[in-house]
């Protein structure tokens, strides 16, 4: 015997309880019910404000090789998802290090800060014990105060797919509020996405 469900469709309407309508008029009203708008903010419609050319779009700018220590397996013996945390902001501190004046230590004694505030991960595979891989990082965009990053790591020898991930990173002032990104560090930036030939 098999069971089937229907669903009525509701108007948008509570009916309200008569102690709450006009005690003159006998008839149960109706409150309208505002269906839940979608706020868009106009600076997430241009996040990208300055997005890099569609040529070298998948062009990694930096990577840095790592391995598994012991005390980052879990019990099912692989890394435990938490640790990838870790290994993408090593990975973009590295990179800022590197490749621009925005070594994050210099930035935090001069009392500004750094904050990642998004961050999701696609993970593929799983790394285990003794496993050495790649976190190779890119920079598709960025707005007037946010960096938004592209990281990617790979398992070695064979560059196996091990995780894909996205942050934004933000420059937040001497009173964490965000900020605009430095004049000098957008030009390195532009620079680094937009290399010049030479």
């Excluded at 015997?1 to 709450?20: G, H, R, V």
């Excluded at 013996?77 to 800022?96: F, I, S």
Aim: charged share 20%; glycine share 4%; with cysteine.
């Amino acid at each position: 015997m098999s069971a089937s469900l229907s669903f009525a469709c509701l108007p948008n309407t509570i009916p309200t309880s008569p102690s709450l309508s006009n005690p003159n008029n006998p008839q149960p009203k109706s409150i309208a019910i505002s269906r839940p708008r979608l706020h868009v903010n106009r600076a997430q419609l241009s996040t990208v404000i300055h997005p890099v050319q569609e040529s070298k779009a998948d062009r990694w700018l930096h990577e840095i090789e790592l391995s598994v220590r012991d005390y980052e397996i879990d019990q099912f013996g692989v890394v435990n998802n938490a640790v990838y945390a870790n290994y993408c902001q090593h990975a973009r501190h590295e990179m800022m290090r590197e490749c621009s004046s925005a070594d994050p230590n210099v930035i935090s004694g001069s009392g500004y800060s750094l904050a990642t505030t998004e961050l999701s991960f696609k993970f593929i595979a799983a790394l285990r014990g003794g496993d050495r891989f790649l976190v190779k990082n890119r920079i598709p965009g960025w707005s007037k105060t946010r960096l938004f990053i592209v990281q990617s790591i790979v398992k070695l020898p064979n560059k196996e797919p091990i995780l894909e991930a996205r942050a934004t990173t933000v420059w937040l002032d001497k009173n964490y509020r965000p900020m605009r990104i430095p004049p000098e560090m957008l030009a390195e930036i532009s620079e680094l996405c937009y290399p010049r030939s030479n």
